[in-house]
């Protein structure tokens, strides 16, 4: 079951590097829920279902010339790994980088 999960989050990451939502919205359950717990007030603190997941990610791959993960981390426990990833995006405004470092919880229902 661990190495189908980091192949899984692997895939995630790797699809949406590629900005290909529709190809990367494959990975998603149909009830799956995308959060956001520290947001600022322009970004909503869930998106719930499939739908709202691709509606609110479909346009974000445009703002960068590039995206690019790297998983520094996973940690399993049974159904739920964490994955610590740090990202550097290029933005396409021209305006510089963006860096950060996230926190993802996977949960998976099936293999």
Not at 37 to 59: M, N, R, V
Not at 76 to 81: A, K
Not at 85 to 104: C, F, I, M, P
Request: glycine share 4%; net charge negative; hydrophobic share 40%.
């Amino acid at each position: 079951m661990k190495e189908h999960q980091e192949r899984v989050i692997r895939a995630f990451f790797a699809r949406l590097a590629d900005k290909n939502i529709e190809h990367w919205m494959e990975l998603w359950a149909d009830e799956a829920s995308c959060r956001f717990p520290f947001a600022g007030p322009l970004i909503p603190a869930e998106l719930t279902g499939k739908d709202a997941i691709q509606d609110y990610w479909s346009d974000s791959p445009d703002l960068y010339d590039s995206l690019h993960f790297s998983i520094r981390e996973m940690i399993h426990q049974e159904q739920v790994t964490v994955a610590i990833v740090q990202h550097a995006h290029q933005l396409r405004d021209g305006s510089g980088e963006y860096k950060d470092q996230l926190v993802g919880i996977f949960r998976f229902t099936s293999e």
